[in-house]
């Protein structure tokens, strides 16, 4: 068997203009998925060369189950103070909750800069710097590979920001085995709801429906004490009104009356299932997985025809 060898290439022969080439390639969504699998984002919405105040940010994105703005600055050479600079200013004038800085290299100053951001920034802000390389095998087309050099602590950010101490810990400890048990029971039982995503330390966990329009959400409640499975539709409120126009047929089809809920002052909408369960009483967590499971399942029957 003859083996090819594996050559690294300059980034620069593939893009020769940050702005024209790099940043014009990542924003297609083909290209953007193998960023955001990297980084386990779900990114939407994408938008190259964006207004920033007097200024341009490369690409700024929505993230689906954070529910929060993405800034992505690329910079196809080593860091600098001016990028280091730019990526604050464009994550301030987004509101962003994830910043992302593209380079294809760093200094170590610079590194620990994005490290000591993410020690010290409170829970709801992560930054990334990731190192874009180019690889061929043979003379095969130049491959991309988005190689992680910061990433957010977000489960140890999570665990120490709470105001409330071991309670808060304790809660997201428990909503992330939840979780984990939720996913393994699925899987052990080849069921057909499609739970992706890496568990979290949330009280929700987000099931893709197809579309970028909406998407399913599990809910714990832990003070409440009650479960929940919803659609949940992002600024699309002639979506909701679809739906709710087939309302008698959609709860005739589920079996259970839902609550709509229009939410004119919000900029989502939310169809629910809600069902009392202490997600505190490991006891019931098996019922609690086969419920979860079952709504789910109907719930993407159901649905997805009318998306």
């Avoid at 984002?41 to 700024?60: F, Q």
């Avoid at 990526?87 to 170590?108: G, K, M, P, R």
């Amino acid at each position: 068997m003859k083996l090819s060898r594996i050559t690294k290439v300059n980034p620069r022969e593939v893009w020769k203009h940050e702005a024209h080439d790099f940043t014009q390639w990542l924003v297609k969504k083909d290209n953007i998925s193998i960023l955001a699998e990297e980084l386990e984002l779900s990114l939407d919405n994408v938008v190259a060369e964006a207004a920033a105040g007097r200024y341009n940010v490369d690409l700024v994105a929505d993230e689906v189950d954070l529910k929060c703005k993405v800034i992505i600055e690329n910079q196809l050479e080593s860091t600098d103070h001016k990028h280091l600079g730019q990526i604050l200013t464009y994550a301030s004038a987004y509101d962003a909750s994830v910043i992302i800085w593209v380079v294809t290299d760093y200094t170590e100053e610079h590194r620990q800069a994005i490290d000591w951001f993410n020690r010290n920034m409170h829970e709801g802000i992560s930054f990334f710097l990731v190192q874009v390389e180019v690889y061929r095998i043979g003379n095969s087309d130049p491959a991309p590979k988005f190689n992680i050099i910061c990433e957010p602590n977000n489960w140890s950010k999570t665990i120490k920001s709470s105001t409330k101490g071991d309670v808060v810990s304790a809660t997201k400890l428990l909503q992330m085995e939840f979780w984990e048990g939720l996913k393994s029971y699925s899987v052990q039982r080849s069921l057909s709801i499609n739970l992706t995503h890496t568990p979290q330390p949330k009280h929700w966990f987000n099931i893709a429906m197809g579309t970028s329009k909406c998407h399913m959400a599990l809910t714990l409640n832990t003070q409440k004490e009650r479960l929940g499975c919803e659609i949940y539709i992002r600024d699309d409120i002639k979506l909701f009104h679809k739906l709710i126009s087939k309302k008698d047929i959609i709860e005739t089809q589920i079996g259970e009356s839902l609550e709509w809920l229009e939410l004119p002052e919000a900029t989502a909408s939310r169809i629910l299932l809600l069902k009392d369960g202490n997600p505190r009483n490991r006891k019931n967590w098996e019922e609690y997985f086969e419920w979860f499971c079952s709504k789910a399942d109907v719930f993407q029957n159901v649905f997805k025809p009318y998306l």
